[in-house]
């Protein structure tokens, strides 16, 4: 089991749960303190004690944000990769890695041809342990619902400018 998958079973079988399984990956996968983590994260130190205190249970986005961050800075993470959801075309010309942060991360393809492989491919990558995902925009706000990590929509300006100049051509 996953230091991710370990925080949502956590949360899912018992009260507290998530808060215990949060405690056991800071301390041993990450190695790290409570303010080590709110440093890396962005999280409130204290919005982390209420939390690992069983004090306050984290709201969704604060969960989704210390899932994310777990999973990029777990171990398990050392396969980090994008995920790009596209067309077999668009994936054509898709470059095989990036950098992030000083260090390369690998984009990886995901082909689709309709809005429900789309879906189904971003829950795919997402399980696969990408650490975000680039998909079209009349997708991304679906996957950015049902997913925990990143969502990045293509914005295609040059593209579309590019096609109306091909089709004044053909007018």
């Not at 079988?13 to 790290?32: I, S, T, Y």
């Not at 010309?93 to 082909?111: A, H, N, Q, S």
């Amino acid at each position: 089991m996953t230091a991710v998958d370990d925080l949502i079973a956590g949360m899912i079988r018992e009260e507290g749960g998530f808060q215990k399984a949060l405690k056991r990956v800071m301390e041993n996968d990450l190695h790290m303190t409570v303010n080590e983590f709110s440093r890396a994260t962005g999280i409130p130190q204290s919005t982390m004690y209420k939390i690992l205190e069983d004090q306050r249970e984290p709201n969704l986005r604060t969960a989704r944000a210390i899932i994310r961050a777990v999973k990029i800075m777990s171990a398990e993470s050392g396969q980090n990769f994008i995920a790009v959801i596209a067309s077999h075309h668009v994936l054509q010309v898709l470059e095989k890695e990036t950098i992030v942060d000083g260090r390369p991360v690998k984009l990886m393809e995901y082909p689709v041809s309709t809005v429900e492989d789309a879906i189904i491919m971003a829950l795919r990558a997402e399980r696969d342990g990408a650490i975000g995902v680039i998909c079209a925009p009349i997708v991304a706000p679906t996957i950015e619902r049902i997913l925990t990590i990143p969502v990045s929509p293509v914005i295609p300006t040059d593209s579309i400018s590019v096609a109306i100049e091909r089709l004044k051509t053909d007018l």
